[in-house]
T-cell receptor, first 109, second 114 residues
Framework: AQRVTQPEKLLSVFKGAPVELKCNYSYSGSPELFWYVQYSRQRLQLLLRHISRESIKGFTADLNKGETSFHLKKPFAQEEDSAMYYCALRGSTLGRLYFGRGTQLTVWP | DAGVIQSPRHEVTEMGQEVTLRCKPISGHDYLFWYRQTMMRGLELLIYFNNNVPIDDSGMPEDRFSAKMPNASFSTLKIQPSEPRDSAVYFC????????????FGEGSWLTVV
């Protein structure tokens, strides 16, 4: 069965500190992994997807199939990064996204 | 494109009343999703459509919930009768074909049932 696990519900760091939001998944096929971000009272926006292998707003995420992980990282967190972050999985034959429970990131000044 | 458009943005209604939420997907997208977001349960997929046909409605909580997609540019999610526990943000999202394409979300409909 498909599953996305984000073990941390809340994460707090100080401005300028590195941040890592963890995501683990289970899926028997070839997954597509995504990170979505939701700023306060706004829509979910795509932050990045593993197939693009790009860096958005300083965030990167590498798909590790051995560890079935897709952790989101940023070397120097900024206050404007404070938001809810959702990891999501989409199977190659599936239309839907499976979301994790989300991690609320707070970056303190 | 204006993106996924949802209405109403906010609705406060009394318990027992019918609630209808509306969604216009991005033109050309053949997948449409309805999600519900609550503090307790996070994001839950309620139902999704492909080419206007419901594919998976296993997330619909109970018979009080129903969803339709009469054409490629419009979908509704109806709750009748509404209950306080239905209070949540309801997101509509759309995408082109299954693989390799981003799912885009609307701004959500904030429902409060009192």
């Amino acid at each position: 069965a498909q599953r996305v696990t984000q073990p941390e519900k809340l994460l707090s760091v100080f401005k300028g500190a590195p941040v890592e939001l963890k995501c683990n998944y289970s899926y028997s096929g070839s997954p597509e992994l995504f990170w979505y971000v939701q700023y306060s009272r706004q829509r979910l926006q795509l932050l990045l997807r593993h197939i693009s292998r790009e860096s958005i707003k300083g965030f990167t995420a590498d798909l590790n199939k051995g560890e079935t992980s897709f952790h989101l990282k940023k070397p120097f967190a900024q206050e404007e990064d404070s938001a809810m972050y959702y990891c999501a999985l989409r199977g190659s034959t599936l239309g839907r996204l499976y979301f994790g429970r989300g991690t609320q990131l707070t970056v303190w000044p | 494109d204006a993106g996924v458009i949802q209405s109403p943005r906010h609705e406060v209604t009394e318990m027992g009343q019918e609630v209808t939420l509306r969604c216009k997907p991005i033109s050309g997208h053949d997948y449409l999703f309805w999600y519900r977001q609550t503090m307790m349960r996070g994001l839950e997929l309620l139902i999704y459509f492909n080419n206007n046909v419901p594919i998976d409605d296993s997330g619909m909580p109970e018979d009080r919930f129903s969803a339709k997609m009469p054409n490629a540019s419009f979908s509704t999610l109806k709750i009748q009768p509404s209950e306080p526990r239905d209070s949540a943000v309801y997101f509509c999202a759309s995408s082109q074909t299954a693989s390799g394409n981003t799912i885009y979300f609307g701004e959500g409909s904030w429902l409060t049932v009192v």
